[in-house]
């Protein structure tokens, strides 16, 4: 792979993730309806606004293709006018095409308007007067062409298989548990056996691991979120997606708890750690977690567990190690704290 001033070339016109075929042939059905239909409703110029009006507004979500259609909309109806009333004043030479586009720019910058809408308003001016006579008839038609073809683009991605985008949040929630049960364990194996240094370096890691994963959780069920608004196919996919942020609040503070924890062992950690018996009741409380955070994700879909919560009461210490009080002292707090989530998460579960 080349790359240019240190910029990677293919980045450039390349996308990470690949859109879905569905989501292609959607546009391309839009785009062929808006331009017969709008061929055929509003006679003259071949329908190019209809065109690119259909093309922009099938969007992945239909909260999105909704506001596309809105942004494309008053876009060409502001940059029509302004190109209009320039033409019909001064003709449709080159600078006045250019005047168009700029006026369109500070008009858009001016109301504050979003830079979609203001790079419409542009394209809109420079195509009214480059195309087209500077007539008052010329611009209705292309404003009247442009709706047409963002309504069409609009109800083609409500008829044909409107998306919805719960299944993926699905899996980064219950992604996040797994990882957030293993880790668990793993800090569970790190208590009750001597490790090296380097074995500490990489419990750390998993555990600071666990924010990202969280981030791209909370990103999934956003993007699923706006996929059911106006998505007459939501309603049977919002019980589903509020399971999946019960477990997501439930799981946020866990994680802070565990990088705490492990922070704790990672900083104060002695070879003589694996020997008080404290440390190894709070390594079995530890797998009791990551056995209830499994609990909770199977009782989130749907299923019923066979086994009850492992975590049934917190841990009592009566006399902390001279040695390690203050090691235990904060895992404890910390477990503590894991323990009235999860018996908060079985709670809303009874």
Known sequence: ????????????????????????????????????VAGWVVQGPVPVFAAIAALLVVQPSLNQSFARAIERSVGVIAGVVVASLLGIAFGNGTWVILTAAAAGLLL?????????TANQMAISGILVLALGPATPGYALDRVLETLLGAAIG??????LVPPVAV?????????LGDELAASFRRLADGLETPRSRADLEELMLHARLLRPMRD????????????????PRGGTHRADLAAQQRLLELYTPMITQLIGMTRTVYDGYAPDLAEEPSVRAIAEQLRRAA????????????SVPDEPP?????????QPSATHWILVGSLLEDLHRIHRGLQEGVDRTD
């Open 1 to 36: 792979m080349r790359s240019l001033g240190g910029v990677q070339v293919t980045a450039a016109f390349r996308a990470p993730k690949r859109s879905s075929l569905l989501q292609v042939v959607k546009s391309a059905v839009a785009t062929v309806a808006a331009w017969l």
């Open 108 to 116: 858009a910058w001016a109301a504050r308007m979003t830079p979609g």
């Open 154 to 159: 609009f109800v083609v991605n409500v008829a």
């Open 167 to 175: 299944a993926p949040a699905r899996a980064a929630v219950t992604a």
């Open 216 to 231: 791209k959780a909370a990103a999934a069920l956003e993007t699923a979120q706006e996929s059911l608004t106006l998505n």
């Open 291 to 302: 056995h209830d955070v499994e609990l909770l994700d199977r009782v989130d879909e749907g």
């Open 310 to 318: 492992a975590l049934t009461t917190p841990l009592q210490i009566t």
